[in-house]
């Protein structure tokens, strides 16, 4: 008897979890900016946040990819998957936590974060640096670097729904990979 019936079709996957506004305030708090790993730090949670880098992007990036002018937004130029280049725009306050740690820099290293052994930063490195802080921030429930590029992505959509510009930004080669970002919230209705 059930040789009539058709299988079930199933609804797109649920959309990647995100951090709140209330959340990435409070873990970009975590960071003694009195002290240079703190700046260090501040900036790498900045530019994750701010710009919806993957984590292996920002660990292949060079001061030289880089461009900081004193007076606002800055711009990286980052080589995704697929080896496309493409550059991000850099808002003001992770421009600024960028200023401050590389005016702790005295070294001639061309990675752009090192880690305290005074070398370029793993993939792993950055993402035991975000679960400390994510964990400090008392966020046990979701974990990784990756976090805040999808929370990057979503708040990107809330404040402006143009979907063609947040897959620029995060370096989509299709645009149904960024689709999957666009969930509603009970907030959002």
Known sequence: PAQALRSIRLG????????????????????DVATPVGRRDLAILMLLYNTGLRVGEMCALNRED???????????QVVGKGRR??????NRPAADALLAYLADRDDAETALFLNRNRSRFSVRG???????YLRAAGITDRSGPHLLRHTFAT??????PNLRAVQELLGHAWVTTTQRYTHLEVEDL
């Open 12 to 31: 797109p996957p649920l959309a990647p979890k995100h951090l709140t506004v209330a959340e990435v305030q409070r873990l970009l708090s975590l960071p």
């Open 126 to 132: 950055i993402a035991l640096l975000v679960n400390r």
């Open 155 to 160: 708040h990107a959509l809330r404040a402006r």
């Open 66 to 76: 880089v461009s900081l002018p004193a007076d606002g937004w800055g711009a990286l």
């Open 85 to 90: 280049l493409h550059r991000l725009p850099v």
